[in-house]
């Protein structure tokens, strides 16, 4: 379900219009008001310069000047994580070493001169006033762990220092009204899927004040800029219950935030398209694809965008002809002429002939070159976000409307429900562990509903800047269709949308008797008595006590399925087991946009096991409920981020693998695997169908990086280590008594294989329980479980969350610093407590803006 203010069919006309866009900047001259030290050595030129000759005589001609910034790398792979800290380590900085420089070339002298220098400080993000006559840039100072914004005249006289505190403010770019945008971590969350922090975009005034976030989102927001209309392209990373390795694409929004609606890219997994520019003269963007889910220091393909084409055009982008590979940092010229950065060097492309140039050598990385020159600002956008106010209004024009929508029809949908991306306070993980199995990576606060007319409108109000998605619910209340982006709403804001996920080359159709439009906008009707965030064992597990566990247990496992609550190496064995039986569908870590009805409540046949039909296991009303927002809301495990990085053990029986998918050496217990079940069950048989793995199964061929396939059964699943293991009755792991005589009280489940494949006689491994390989895999286990007990999960009696998650909540303010370490903590208390600090309360206490 995508949204878009109604007004930004005006900005859309302005946008392709004829010479909407601004000529090629005008330079000024700039004269200095004091000495200017150059650099004495000389530059490396390449040996061709025919392209910047011909350049110094075009469009070069009264802009001779380029500032850039030099600085080390940072050496995390990811494009966003060169600020803040380690998750599991706050004295390990994600920047790089320290020594950098901002600096300004004279292409014809080719004398440099050092604007500001740090030798153990970092520099990035140079920006140029409109006049040319100062820069904008990030600066960690070198006795600071924090980027600040700053400001200096372009000769290097009056540094002056706009933001403070100790928080990242990033990426800034000069607004036409002379205030500033910045992506920023005074959003106070960390990456969903990785050790790292995040920033968002922020909106200041010209000295640093009114400081206030312009986006509710949980993910990354990267380099802003202003197009020619006056509305912002910057990159938005997103991933709501689909891959989080696919989407980071180009988004524009009104510089108060409203209005945010796709501008090309959300339907190309596949790429980070990022340091995104308009082309002066034309209606095209210059872009930077970075391949993949990204490469750092954000290096990739210089590409033109054409919106014109509409967002999900393959055709409207198109690489740069003549530029080479992995560079970054475009800064266009003309339409055909482009500086572009390249490791240490500075490049000079020339699209029309399809060439580059090197025109300067440093010797340090260099990034982000922009020419000193005036040059014209851009429409003014006067702000319709009403800061006074706590909401906004959404406004659906007709839910049927829209793509792969097929089979739904006028009437099936009674209802929306609000669901709600929660931020996480910190992370310790590159998948959603112990959150989910490869599902969201998120808890998901559930809002409640909100009713759709029978003309398929909807009219509704929401808290502001927080990061909402939708589920349409048929008359049963079972999901039809998932929203699988987000939107939020600015303060005041009334924004809308056509439909569920609608080509975005349509316009809304000219309805004038909307009948959500005819009165006022609805509440969202919560579910009152019920938790907004829902705790697999607390409140899952005694419903499948009370209604399963009776025929799905260690003594009676129908099915071989058994659905109590002991504890594996990270969930409870029926958590598992639900899924690698097929009983949930989520997500599964996918493209988005799935099928109605092929994911959620309509698609997960636990509901259709609930009510009576399956040998008599009929749920309450409230308890059908429980289990329905469960499964709305991600089907998560805990519901508590303090939950993360706690509490999961590795037991040395099979391999451990290692985040380059390679294998640890083998622990001695597996020698006992390998001699004892390998026969059957070695994964180098062909087809695997009896694998003992350690790992889940691999994507099918053509699956989203990442995605989780869940087929019901998969051998591969229902071995796995997470049913294998038990760590509240070890003596109980399946591993033991799926080889152990029924005679001796295991459950004789290993048989003989005939010829054909098929299965013949039982065949125990283990006659009883006094074989020495089944003590010594028992004693194993047991040493797993009384780790465990040490150091305690989420559910156990005793839980405490780690130093990690408690340092990030004294540091938000939302514990005191001085918390002695025996205090009693409720991590789902402080989990709320947490949230609700971030909430949008107007001008005078606004989300999370200041430290």
Known sequence: MSFRLASVFCAVALWTSPGAWAAAPQPRPQPATRPVRVIAQPPRIAQSTTILAGALRGPLSTADEVIFALRNPYTDPHWYANFGYWSLDAGRMMYGPGGSRLCKLNLRTRQITNLLEDRKGTIRDPQLHYDGKKILFSYRKGESRFFNLYEIDVDGTHLRQITDGEFDDIEPTYLPNDEIVFCSSRCKRWVNCWYTQVAIMYRCDANGRNIRPVSGNT??????????????????????????????????????????????GNQHPGVVMIDSRPIPGTTKIASIFSPGHGINEHRGTLTIVSPETGPDSPAGAAPVKGCPPYVRDPYPISSTLFLVSRNNQLLLVDSAAGAFEVIYTANQELHEPALVCQRTREAIIADRAKLGEATGKLVLADVHLGRNTQGVKAGDIRKLLVLESLPKPINFSGGPEPLTYLGTFTLERVLGTVPVEPDGSAFFELPANRQYFFVALDRNDLSVKRMQSWVSVMPGETTGCIGCHEQRTLATPIRHNVLAARRPPSRVEPFVGLPEVIDYPRDIQPILDRHCVSCHSYDKPDGKIILTGDRGPEYSQSYWTLFFSGQVADGANGYGNRSPRSIGTSASKLMRKIDGSHYGAKVSEKEWRLIWMWIESGATYPGTYAALGCGMVYVPVFPARKEDGSDDAAPPAY??????????????????????????????????????????NDPMLRRSSHVLFNFTRPEKSILLLAPLAKEAGGFGWCRTIKPDGSFGESAPVFRDTRDADCQKLLAVIRRGSEHLNRIKRFDMPGFRPNEHYLREMKRYGILPRDIGPSAPIDPYQLDRAYWESLWWRGPDKPMAASP
Do not use: M
């Not at 694998?691 to 691999?698: G, K």
């Open 219 to 264: 993910e990354q927001d990267n380099t802003p800029a202003v197009l020619p209309d006056g509305r912002l392209l910057y990159t938005r990373w997103e991933y709501v219950d689909r891959s989080q390795v696919e989407f980071h694409h180009l988004w524009v929004a009104n510089p108060d935030g409203t209005g945010a609606t796709i501008i090309y």
């Open 671 to 712: 020698r006992i695997i390998q001699s004892r079940c390998y026969s059957c069950h070695s994964p180098r048989i062909k087809g695997g169908r009896l694998a003992l793995p350690s790992q889940p199964s691999p994507r099918r061929p053509g699956s989203a990086a990442y995605e989780r396939i869940v087929v019901e």
